[in-house]
């Protein structure tokens, strides 16, 4: 069976780790993009090693957190307290965190070289990020990829409106990406808009 890489460079300036949470029962993904020397860090979760989190922190000056949804905030406070770092995320994602972010995602104003695009009908305030630089589209819990589960959407128990989700989903395949990671997948490089088409199928 596949694991889940530990620390993965899935392009130029953008990275993925994973770390087994005991409250989650799976393995979670944290990522991070690199933008004119700015750090990014996509629902961050502390790593298991040291050694990956300082492989994480060469990759440039920590500037941003951004949560792909409400069920993210993981151990974003405790490094955007050491780091003295914003916090951005979606409307909808305010009322599941411990704060109120300093940011609010409206899918119209890039940080850092990523563009928020809400996916409504997964969980709360589900915030897609597009890279057009790296071809890179990072999801929140849309898209699952665990080698237990393979490639399937979120199951609709999960789901705030299965059928808006679909359609939220099928609107990414207007974006021009290379890449897609997940925060609970195994990242897909091989042909990722031709998987989320069949997907949708």
């Not at 993009?33 to 629902?43: C, E, M």
Request: aromatic share 4%.
């Amino acid at each position: 069976m596949t694991k889940c890489p530990s620390f993965l460079k899935v392009a130029t300036g953008v990275v993925t780790w994973s770390v087994y949470s005991k409250e989650c029962k799976t393995d979670c993904f944290g990522h991070a993009t690199s933008h004119q020397g700015n750090l990014v860090l996509i629902d961050p979760i502390l790593p298991d090693s040291l050694e990956i989190w300082n492989q994480i922190m060469r990759l440039g000056t920590p500037s941003l957190i951004l949560l792909t949804n409400g069920n993210h905030e993981r151990h974003a406070r405790k490094v955007a307290q050491e780091y003295s770092l914003p916090l951005g995320a979606g409307i909808e994602a305010v009322s599941e965190l411990s704060q109120k972010p300093e940011i609010i995602l409206d899918g119209q104003v890039k940080m850092q070289g990523l563009r928020p695009v809400l996916c409504p009908g997964a969980g709360p305030g589900e915030t897609a990020l597009y890279s057009e630089a790296t071809k890179t589209l990072i999801l929140g819990d849309s898209i699952i990829n665990l080698p237990e589960t393979g490639l399937q959407i979120l199951p609709d128990k999960y789901c705030s409106n299965p059928v808006q989700l679909r359609q939220s989903l099928a609107s990414l395949l207007n974006l021009n990406f290379d890449q897609l990671i997940m925060a609970h997948g195994i990242p897909l490089t091989d042909d990722p808009k031709g998987k989320l088409r069949k997907l949708l199928r």
